[in-house]
């Protein structure tokens, strides 16, 4: 992935009072009445297929993360896919797990709690909105909702995460949202977000996040290289996740019968296949190494169906078929 280096840059903090308004300099009061965004399309009623067509147009809030290589969830090889139209077609699951089909039920009920915690009022706003200067039109965004009545603050940005999810916000906005509300910032040319989270179902916070414009301008940067992928129909490097490899089976998904290629002399890949027959040595000694951990507490723990250590448990309990079956626990 990208290597975004702004976690020290990003100052997120919690939201306390509707009635602490920011002091605005006259510049960024005179930013906030010059710069106006495009309205590039009205979503009030669009079919979900022509709101995907428009999103292909550039990046939106949600892919800036992902553009810029730091979405935990999404690789940049799979955004992208699906901008180039190489993506398969999924379906929303309401019958079982789908984030984003709770996520989407549950943002009017965050956008609700937040107004009734804070006061502020909001408003939907049903457009793709795009970068106003030429040299950034591949910036789009899709703003969840404006807030209106308060200098303070501008946009609400609504999230819910479950319980793996949760884990991400331990110390406040996760990095990949703040680069989305920034991203949102730069197209809007707003001053100010709120970040309203739903954990697990039972637990919001919320959170406001200042434009940054040294964030910002690193941003751009990367987003301006990864549509140069798009635009040149070349794909971008592919990182570990799962979600790259999912797109790689996309790209490639046959081989043709008795095709060769000859890398010898390709410094790059060669330099890669060394690195992966190094990696491929350290992690069989590793787990020879952690064969041995495991045959020696066996034989410490014999004929017990449990075993606690000072940084957690060990559970070897008798399955149905006879067997017993080793379960290491490490305490949080």
């Known amino acids: 992935m990208t290597n975004l280096a702004l976690v020290n840059q990003t100052v997120t903090q ?46 939106g809030s949600s892919d800036a993360p992902t553009a810029c290589g730091i979405n935990p969830y999404k690789s940049m090889l799979e955004l992208w896919l699906d901008k180039t139209g190489r993506a398969t077609a999924t379906k929303v699951e309401i019958d079982g797990y789908s984030s984003l089909y709770w996520g989407n039920k549950l943002e009017p009920l965050v956008a609700q ?78 001053q100010s977000a709120h970040v309203c989270v739903l954990l697990c179902g039972h637990e919001t916070r919320i959170y406001q996040v200042e434009r940054d414009e040294q964030l910002i301008e690193q941003l751009i940067e990367l987003e301006r290289q990864f549509w140069h992928y798009v635009k040149t129909d070349t794909p971008p490097p592919a990182d570990h996740s799962k979600s790259a490899s999912q797109a790689i089976k996309q790209l490639y998904p046959t081989a043709n019968k008795l095709s060769k290629i000859d890398l010898k002399t390709d410094d790059t890949a060669n330099q890669l296949f060394n690195e992966l027959l190094t990696q491929r040595q350290l992690i069989d000694d590793s787990e020879k190494q952690r064969d041995q951990c495991k045959h020696q507490l066996q034989m410490l723990i014999k004929d017990n169906e449990l075993a606690f250590f000072n940084k957690g448990s060990i559970s070897w309990k008798q399955t149905k078929k006879g067997n017993r079956r080793f379960v290491v626990y490490a305490d949080d």
């Open 14 to 59: 919690p939201y306390k009072s509707a009635h602490e308004p920011i002091a605005f300099t006259d510049k960024a009061k005179n930013a906030k009445q010059s710069f106006k965004p495009i309205r590039l399309a009205n979503t009030k009623g669009m079919a979900n297929e022509d709101w995907l067509e428009i999103r292909k147009q550039g990046i």
């Open 113 to 190: 709690f937040y107004q009734e915690k804070t006061g502020n009022k909001v408003r939907c706003v049903n457009a793709v909105l795009q970068h106003p200067e030429y040299d950034k039109s591949f910036m789009l965004a899709n703003i969840d909702y404006l807030v209106v009545g308060t200098d303070e603050v501008q946009i609400l940005e609504c999230k819910t995460t479950g319980e793996h999810g949760a884990k991400l916000w331990r110390e406040g906005v996760p990095l990949y949202v703040t680069c989305q509300v920034q991203h949102q910032l730069a197209v809007t040319g707003k």
